[in-house]
């Protein structure tokens, strides 16, 4: 069992055949000039101890080292040992609002990015827990099942945006009732984060969280934006054309409204924390997950590889070290055997 660990460079060798050509012009090159200088047989005399054989040997090794070097770059691993791993920790789906609301900039740059940069916060600091995102607006929309891949889940949280969802609005129960779908261990613990504004909030929010609470979800809820609020700007370019407007042509203000937040929070005993202070919002979600009890998810066996690399760089760095000491000019003891039948 092999893996290569950085494959890209792979698309090194292609240097090779192109030193190989250089090579081969060189000698061409160099053949022509002596011949423009002289008879061959005469440059030969002139050149006694100059080696044929030696300069293409030369190459030959600086192309052998240059190959060590870049397979030590890609870095191949072998190895056939397992060891089973076994993970505890608990399913939390993050739900985050996507609506026109969250482009408010009450908090800086908007809401919607508020909200993102809490939630990669949060998934910094866990360990072992598996998530997985929704979106939603008018309506839900997943956005990646559960998951143990951390970086996968931040790539997708950094393409969420309030295009994802054409219907507007904050429909909060169909976040909670999609997020209920998502869990598919009934032994493992749950948690749902919910990330809005809470403008607009819809309505089966509590029947949702009460159903919620039946299948043993806990709910934590995140209010971003200000109870001041703010207008919603329409940007083009990241420059702001306008502003939002209602159907009697105002300028809508929108704000948030953390009262719907806390109670579904506090209908499936969670909590509610505001979102103005990443920092404040990532620790109180740490002390909410060391509350949670912890179930074994996950165990498996995996193969553990070994990188071969430096054998590769040790084996270039020798034959480059051996090219100092060759010389173009012929070895005696090479030179007695008369490997090219070269005349005296």
Do not use: C
């Not at 047989?41 to 870049?70: D, N, R, Y």
């Amino acid at each position: 069992m092999y893996e290569l660990d950085e494959p890209k460079y792979l698309y090194l060798f292609a240097v090779l055949p192109v030193l190989l050509l250089l090579f081969l012009f060189n000698l061409y090159w160099k053949r022509k000039k002596q011949r423009e200088f002289g008879d061959d047989e005469l440059v030969k005399k002139l050149t006694p101890e100059k080696s044929v054989f030696k300069p293409v040997f030369k190459f030959v090794i600086l192309l052998l080292a240059l190959s060590g070097v870049i397979i030590a770059l890609v870095n191949p691993k072998i190895g056939t040992k397992t060891e089973t791993v076994k993970r505890e920790g608990i399913d939390i789906v993050f739900a985050i609002d996507v609506s026109k609301s969250m482009l408010a900039e009450d908090v800086a740059p908007n809401r919607l990015e508020k909200a993102k940069q809490i939630v990669s916060q949060i998934i910094n600091q866990l360990g072992t827990d598996r998530i997985g995102i929704i979106g939603y607006a008018g309506s839900a929309y997943p956005v990646l099942p559960i998951t143990s891949d951390y970086s996968v889940a931040k790539m997708f949280l950094q393409n969420m945006n309030t295009d994802m969802v054409s219907s507007q609005g904050t429909a909060l129960s169909d976040a909670i009732q999609l997020a209920t779908t998502y869990y598919d261990d009934p032994q493992t613990s749950k948690l749902l984060i919910l990330v809005s504004d809470g403008e607009d909030h819809g309505e089966g929010s509590m029947e949702a969280a009460e159903n919620a609470k039946e299948k043993g979800i806990k709910i934590i809820t995140i209010g971003v934006g200000t109870e001041k609020g703010s207008t919603i700007p329409i940007k083009r370019n990241g420059i702001t054309e306008s502003y939002k407007r209602d159907r009697e042509g105002e300028v809508v203000i929108t704000k948030m409204y953390p009262d719907a937040l806390k109670t579904i929070a506090d209908q499936t005993k969670g909590g509610y924390v505001y979102g103005g202070n990443t920092r404040e919002v990532s620790e109180y979600v740490k002390k909410a997950l060391d509350n949670i009890e912890k179930t074994e998810f996950e165990a498996k066996e995996i193969a553990t590889y070994d990188s071969q690399y430096q054998w590769f760089l040790g084996a270039a760095f020798l034959l480059l070290f051996l090219d100092v000491f060759l010389l173009d000019r012929k070895t005696a003891w090479i030179r007695k055997l008369n490997l090219f039948n070269e005349k005296e």
